[in-house]
């Protein structure tokens, strides 16, 4: 069974802070990672993937991968309450679009 | 460029019928993918369609197909209904096959009575 693990949170920082989410995988036949965003009643939408080992950064987004350790991280600096949402780390099955979803980790920011 | 779009947004239905939900995929997006969502389970990839042809499928009963059509455009079918197929079904479109750049639709929401 290929799993992608996720705190579910709800994880609470105070805006401006750096919130870190991470996940886990099971397959090290993943190839690639990602994270999406998905607002309450909203669906999901790609905010971040990365294939590499090591870090990859997007304005206040970093991505970081670590396949030896089988993790993936995002980092948000300076969170802002319009980050608040549920993020979801997805990792492939090196097959097409067949993307396998952690649970989810629950952001809140306050202000 | 107009988005995923999905049809209905919100259906009922009871058990043992049958459904029908159709996606429309992002202009010059071949790729159509269809994933379960629900509290407990999470996302959940059901399959995906490329050219018309099923690339992949997920671990889901014979209960759950789809279909692809020449213009992109995709339906899935769910037939025999069980209270646990409620749930919401996303349709994501991708501009290549293998990206994991997933386009979402806004869902269909199934309820099952």
């Known amino acids: 069974q290929k799993e992608v693990e996720q705190n579910s949170g709800p994880l609470s920082v105070p805006e401006g802070a750096i919130a870190s989410l991470n996940c886990t995988y099971s397959d090290r036949g993943s190839q690639s990672f990602f994270w999406y965003r998905q607002y309450s009643g909203k669906s999901p939408e790609l905010i971040m993937f990365?294939?590499?080992?090591g870090d990859k950064e997007d304005g206040r987004f970093t991505a970081q991968l670590n396949k030896a350790s089988q993790y993936v991280s995002l980092l948000i600096r300076d969170s802002q309450p319009s980050d608040s949402a549920t993020y979801l780390c997805a990792g492939d099955n090196n097959a097409g679009n067949m993307l396998t979803f952690g649970g989810g980790t629950r952001l809140m920011v306050k202000p | 460029k107009a988005g995923v779009t999905q049809t209905p947004r919100y259906l009922i239905k009871t058990r043992g019928q049958q459904v029908t939900l159709s996606c429309s995929p992002i202009s010059g997006h071949r790729s159509v993918s269809w994933y379960q969502q629900t509290p407990g389970q999470g996302l959940q990839f059901l399959f995906e369609y490329f050219s018309e042809t099923q690339r992949n499928k997920g671990n889901f009963p014979g209960r759950f197909s789809g279909r692809q059509f020449s213009n992109s455009r995709s339906e899935m079918n769910v037939s025999t209904l069980e209270l646990g197929d409620s749930a919401l079904y996303l349709c994501?479109?991708?501009?290549?096959?293998?990206?994991?750049?997933?386009?979402f639709g806004e869902g269909s929401r199934l309820t099952v009575l």
């Open positions: 994501a479109s991708s501009l290549v096959q293998i990206t994991g750049e997933l386009f």
């Open positions: 990365i294939y590499s080992n």
